[in-house]
């Protein structure tokens, strides 16, 4: 069995004939991996951001097909076709009873080793699925990114947009593209993109999903102004990481307005101005995906979302074969490939 190993902070490994897993307890599920997608939390962990001693698994954004479902597997079949979301909790905790479902379990009990490996091993029961279910016609690199559509939909949530309303993206990486997407899908009047990276900005401008703005340009804000309203867009998103932005997010969002945070802060925010938030009645709250968005039938929401903007998801996946996965871990970092996905075949 191959695998991608993070041996040591900014220290990967290829490495092969690795024991294959045997055991399987009751309730997890044996996957042979498809495919894996990079997240920015894989490369904080490369970074020593995280903690390498705190993490059982390595990969979370797979698809792939079932090889063993054990027993109690809440439906997973083998020969299924699945990808990782996090689509159903335990609903009785006290998390679950209080609509912080994200909060029910960490990762760290559901999942060994992780998706960049040739196999993983996932729970999957009534209480805790892990897994859904894909469509014959989603493509496995494709599905790899059902996760971070999970969290991007929970950011499109949280943002409560209603129809004509404008929105303002800071940070084009897949989270801030894949929410605007899906907001635009919601009925967002305008959608606008912020963000720094030349090379990020070129490639967007190339694939024309979303309007963009440079941020280094000296008159960024008159150009969001100009697309949107010179009062300030309704809904600001703020998925940069960076905690100095949320500066230009309070000039950004029009009095009155609503602040989605959903960046991962590593830095504390230094000398940022807050009287913004009591000037302009604002109202700010997180995001943290991914959230078990389900219909009333039980199907996964952010399936069927995958479904519908397939085409434009597709635009943002660069795909690496195995034996490339430390260029493809090199790319996601440089910001080349908006969102690097490792096949195993
Ligand atoms: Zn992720
Ligand atoms: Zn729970």
Same mark, same amino acid.
């Given at each position: 069995?191959?695998?991608?190993? #993070? ?27 498809? *495919? ?16 390498? =001693? ?18 109690? +597997? ?6 299924? $076709? ?25 990762? &760290? ?8 490996? !040739? !196999? ?8 805790? @699925? ?6 014959? @016609?989603?493509?496995?690199?494709? +599905? ?5 559509? &999970?969290?991007?939909? $929970?950011?499109?949530?949280?943002? &409560? ?17 894949? /929410?605007?997407?899906? %907001?635009? @899908?919601?009925?967002?009047? =305008? ?5 720094? /990276? ?5 490639? %967007?401008?190339? #694939? ?5 703005? &440079? ?5 960024? #804000? ?10 300030? *867009?309704?809904?600001?998103?703020? *998925?940069?990481?960076?905690? /100095? ?34 000037? =302009? ?18 199907? /996964? ?14 635009? #943002? ?29």
């Amino acid at each position: 069995m191959r695998r991608i190993a #993070l041996v040591d902070y900014g220290k990967l490994e290829l490495q092969n004939g690795i024991a294959e897993i045997k055991e399987l307890q009751q309730g997890t599920v044996k996957i042979a991996v498809k *495919a894996c997608s990079i997240c920015g939390s894989d490369i904080a962990l490369y970074r020593g951001q995280r903690s390498l =001693k705190d993490e059982r698994y390595f990969g979370h954004e797979f698809s792939g097909i079932v090889t063993d479902a054990g027993t109690q +597997a809440n439906g997973i079949k083998v020969g299924m $076709r699945v990808a990782s979301e996090l689509s159903r909790t335990c609903g009785q905790c006290w998390n679950c009873l209080n609509g912080l479902k994200n909060y029910c379990k960490s990762m &760290n009990n559901a999942l060994l080793p992780g998706g960049f490996s !040739e !196999e993983t091993l996932v729970l999957n029961t009534p209480e805790y @699925s892990f897994l859904s279910q894909i469509p014959d @016609s989603l493509d496995f690199e494709t +599905a790899a990114l059902l996760e971070p559509t &999970n969290c991007a939909f $929970r950011i499109a949530h949280q943002a &409560n947009i209603t129809p004509g309303g404008s929105v303002v993206i800071f940070g084009l990486g897949a989270m801030g593209i894949i /929410s605007a997407l899906i %907001l635009k @899908s919601l009925g967002a009047r =305008k959608v606008v993109g912020v963000d720094r /990276s030349l090379q990020r900005l070129q490639k %967007l401008r190339s #694939l024309s999903l979303i309007d963009v703005v &440079n941020g280094n340009d000296t008159n960024w #804000l008159e150009q969001v102004q100009e697309m949107t309203s010179s009062k300030g *867009a309704d809904i600001v998103i703020e *998925a940069t990481g960076a905690t /100095s932005v949320l500066g230009d997010v309070f000039k950004t969002v029009r009095p009155g307005g609503r602040i989605v945070v959903a960046s991962v802060y590593h830095a504390p925010a230094g000398d940022l101005t807050l009287l913004p938030i009591m000037r =302009k009645e604002l109202t700010i709250v997180g995001a943290k995906g991914p959230y078990p968005h389900i219909t009333s039938e039980g199907k /996964s929401i952010p399936v069927q979302i995958m479904m519908k903007l397939q085409k434009e998801l597709q635009k #943002l996946v660069t795909v690496y074969d195995y034996k490339d996965a430390l260029q493809a871990f090199e790319d996601a970092m440089s910001g080349t490939a908006i969102k690097a996905v490792i096949r195993f075949n």
